[in-house]
Nanobody
Framework: HVQLVESGGGSVQAGGFLRLSCAAR????????MGWIRQVSGQEREGVAS???????SYVDSVKGRFTVSRDNGKNSVYLQMDSLKLEDTAMYYC??????????????????????WGQGTQVTVS
């Protein structure tokens, strides 16, 4: 079982930046496909970015060039650097993990509902 804990959310002005972190308190992430998914209350979840065990990444079009996903297997952690934040980036951000499949740089929308492990979420508010 993998327990994920996100941190780094907060309030920021448009154009600002935040760095989200996701750490595994239990289990290991070294072989896991990892994803960042966001959700606005009352709306469907949206996959933002994924990173495979070998570091291959993918991003939803709306964040390409602004967000960067990375991982540090030694620290059992994954990160989401968010630059040039926009009002529409406001959401609860969740990290998710699964070791049973590979992300392979594919669109996260193809597998975001398949992740077995989810964190509790961290709120990002852009004003």
């Amino acid at each position: 079982h993998v327990q994920l804990v996100e941190s780094g959310g907060g309030s920021v002005q448009a154009g600002g930046f935040l760095r989200l972190s996701c750490a595994a308190r239990t289990g290991t992430l070294s072989s896991a496909c990892m994803g960042w998914i966001r959700q606005v209350s009352g709306q469907e979840r949206e996959g933002v970015a994924s990173i495979d065990a070998d570091g291959e990444t993918s991003y939803v079009d709306s964040v390409k060039g602004r967000f960067t996903v990375s991982r540090d297997n030694g620290k059992n952690s994954v990160y989401l650097q968010m630059d040039s934040l926009k009002l529409e980036d406001t959401a609860m951000y969740y990290c998710a993990a699964d070791s049973s499949f590979r992300c392979r740089g594919l669109s996260i929308s193809l597998f975001q509902s398949s992740f077995s492990y989810w964190g509790q979420g961290t709120q990002v508010t852009v004003s």
